[in-house]
């Protein structure tokens, strides 16, 4: 077996763990609507790791096409849980605004992740070391990673603001793991503009892992009032 594909396979595997975490941690939550968003996105998310493992083998066509759906669900799954972090850990967001008008605020970078998934704007093409990988037709190569840095760019902000306004530390370190992840995913986000999609660990595995881990961590707490931040 392909050293390379192992190493998809062992990541995929944490990936997956690391979800299971975030389930266990989600079900914990006070606000039910909440709750069952974020089991939901993480539900999701797991189809990309199942996917890239068998992509990552030699599967037939037909099951390629049928799971190209599943390829990216982190645009979404991954991207509405950060969202949600932020309102989370932020006193004047969570006491002064419901969870839902942070989604709505944020519409338009669901909206066109969304519209990416269901559209498949995508080619199958063979791995350069093992099996096959999914890659964005030209357009969208421009597109999304300019839809996904303004997307990193708000929410580093936002992070950055919540450091400088609070001075709790458990606060200002879930928004400091917050922002490392984002930043890891940008970095990420680079190979594609580059067309560096083949090397030893697939683009947004291990970016994704951290990012999910940083959410993780952003649940992980109990969130504190004005007072205490």
């Not at 392909?2 to 190493?7: E, L």
């Not at 993780?216 to 969130?223: D, E, G, I, R």
């Amino acid at each position: 077996m392909n050293t390379s594909y192992i190493i998809l396979m062992l990541i995929c595997f944490v990936a997956v763990i690391v979800l299971l975490a975030n389930m266990v941690i989600a079900g914990r939550l006070k606000y039910s609507g909440l709750r069952w968003i974020l089991i939901t996105m993480y539900a999701f998310s797991m189809l990309r790791y199942f996917t890239l493992a068998i992509y990552g083998d030699s599967p037939s066509l037909e099951q390629l096409d049928s799971l190209k759906y599943c390829y990216m669900t982190t645009l979404i799954g991954l991207s509405i849980p950060t969202i949600l972090a932020i309102w989370y850990i932020t006193p004047h967001l969570r006491e002064k605004k419901k969870y839902l008008d942070i989604l709505i605020f944020f519409t338009p970078w669901i909206a066109f992740n969304l519209y990416t998934i269901i559209s498949q704007p995508t080619q199958i093409i063979s791995g350069e070391n093992f099996g096959y990988i999914l890659i964005l037709n030209d357009a969208f190569r421009t597109y999304l990673p300019i839809v996904q840095g303004l997307f990193v760019g708000v929410i580093i902000l936002m992070c950055f603001i919540g450091i400088i306004v609070y001075k709790n530390p458990v606060i200002r370190s879930q928004y400091l793991f917050l922002i490392i992840a984002q930043v890891g995913l940008a970095l990420d986000g680079m190979t594609i503009i580059n067309y560096m999609d083949t090397r030893l660990f697939h683009p947004f595995t291990v970016s994704e892992i951290i990012a999910f881990l940083a959410v993780y961590y952003a649940f992980l707490s109990k969130p504190l009032d004005l007072k205490k931040a």
